[in-house]
């Protein structure tokens, strides 16, 4: 999962919501520094990831994707999660996505003075490019791998897989519409 999963997941917390938002700049596992319900939210972040990376059972859309992108195919995965949620979003939550992002910024730009410094530089552009709700179309998901591709080493290959994405849709969609009720399920656990 990655921005829109995440925050999709966190509940209505807005100290939880912040902390999973922020947790990928986030390390080591003293959190103490961090107020409680922030730390839950890290931590939450790194449920979802954990339970998200496990294996699934091959498919003919996977394999296609590992073609294309190689050892960044996880990375591409998560995008592609947030493209299939943002995409049925109706059938997931029952605010308007457009109206939930506006929410999701504005909770966020309240609270960035918590976040690491990384967060807080990144915040304005997801903000003005309005990701959360780019991903729904294949030209947003194109557009944030595109973006990708260009600031990690050797991440060319990430660029264009919005392609795999669409000549395996119904395959990925499948996936995704057990995968989310399982992942609800894991992390209603408390680790």
């Known amino acids: 999962m990655n921005f829109l999963g995440h925050l999709y997941l966190s509940g209505d917390d807005p100290l939880v919501i912040t902390g999973n938002f922020m947790a990928d700049a986030v390390k080591g596992r003293d959190l103490s520094r961090f107020a409680a319900s922030l730390q839950e939210g890290i931590r939450l972040h790194r449920r979802i990831d954990s339970f998200t990376d496990q294996p699934r059972a091959d498919h003919e859309g996977r394999a296609a994707?590992?073609?294309?992108?190689?050892?960044?195919?996880?990375v591409v995965m998560d995008l592609f999660?947030?493209?299939?949620?943002?995409?049925?979003?109706?059938?997931?939550?029952?605010?308007?996505?457009?109206?939930?992002?506006?929410?999701?910024?504005?909770?966020?730009?309240?609270h960035e003075a918590l976040m690491p410094e990384r967060t807080r530089r990144m915040l304005p552009y997801m903000i003005a490019?309005?990701?959360?709700?780019?991903?729904?179309?294949?030209?947003?998901?194109?557009?944030?791998?595109?973006?990708?591709?260009?600031?990690?080493t050797g991440g060319a290959?990430?660029?264009g897989a919005e392609r795999v994405m669409a000549e395996h849709?119904?395959?990925?969609?499948?996936?995704?519409?057990?995968?989310?009720?399982?992942?609800?399920e894991h992390i209603a656990v408390p680790a």
Do not use: I, K
């Open 65 to 74: 994707l590992r073609a294309h992108a190689g050892r960044y195919a996880p």
């Open 81 to 110: 999660y947030d493209h299939l949620l943002a995409r049925h979003w109706e059938r997931w939550h029952h605010e308007p996505l457009p109206e939930y992002a506006q929410r999701m910024y504005a909770l966020l730009r309240a």
């Open 129 to 152: 490019g309005d990701w959360l709700t780019s991903y729904a179309g294949l030209d947003g998901l194109g557009e944030a791998l595109h973006g990708l591709s260009m600031r990690v």
């Open 157 to 159: 290959s990430m660029s």
């Open 169 to 184: 849709l119904r395959l990925f969609e499948d996936e995704f519409n057990s995968f989310l009720p399982d992942l609800r």
